[in-house]
């Protein structure tokens, strides 16, 4: 099977910019989880989604969201971005959300 | 307190020697365990999961896990350069949280 997808690799943006981050799971996963991750502060959960309904969801400020389509493919977005959110976002997919399995993750740059 | 805390690091051993790697969880209903590996630049990769007390075994991995401690670890046995990376404790009482992570070196 192939692997999860997460595109764009690399993103540079402004702040006060928004952004939109895409994911494509594993086939045959319906959960699909978002972390950022950070040298200060490692992996941290943003949200799951598990069959387009929202499970999950950890300790970030409104502005960041996302979104899940009846073909288990993801998005995340960030609005009005800040310095401090320049980092990897990584994607991560699993059958039941137990195990999972990440993508490459997109690595963001807010100057 | 951490909800998920790793032994600090970094950790180097030779090659052909055990590696040791500890984590300790707060929630204490906490029922699912994993081991993520890191290798500089990349994505976390899923090397072990563990749900029962005791010990699981998959190649040169065992996974340990005692709840009532609420303790787990990970042992790589006859450690090769290639395991050289960040090695990530995760734990999912309802959603995933990672450890800080604990680099391992391994000497040739």
């Known amino acids: 099977k192939a692997g999860v997808t997460q595109t764009p690799r690399y993103l540079i943006k402004t702040r006060g910019q928004q952004v939109t981050l895409s994911c494509s799971p594993i086939s045959g996963h319906r959960s699909v989880s978002w972390y950022q991750q950070t040298p200060g502060q490692g992996l941290q959960f943003l949200f799951e989604?598990?069959?387009?309904?929202?499970?999950n969801k950890g300790n970030f400020p409104g502005r960041f969201s996302g979104r899940q389509f009846s073909n288990s493919r993801s998005e995340m977005n960030v609005s009005t971005l800040e310095l401090g959110d320049s980092a990897l976002y990584l994607c991560a997919s699993s059958e039941s959300g137990y195990e999972q399995y990440f993508g490459p993750g997109t690595r963001l740059t807010v100057t | 307190q951490k909800e998920v805390e790793q032994n600090s690091g970094p950790l180097s051993v030779p090659e052909g020697a055990i590696a040791s790697l500890n984590c300790t969880y707060s929630?204490?209903?906490?029922?699912?365990f994993f081991w993520y590996r890191q290798y500089s630049g990349k994505s976390p990769e899923l090397i072990m999961s563990i749900y029962s007390n005791g010990d699981k075994e998959d190649g040169r991995f065992t996974a340990q896990l005692n709840k009532a401690s609420q303790y787990v670890s990970l042992l790589i046995r006859d450690s090769q350069p290639s395991d050289s990376a960040t090695y990530l404790c995760a734990v999912n009482p309802n959603d995933m949280r990672f450890g800080a992570g604990t680099r391992l070196t391994v000497k040739p």
């Open positions: 929630d204490r209903g906490s029922q699912s």
């Open positions: 989604y598990f069959s387009e309904t929202q499970r």
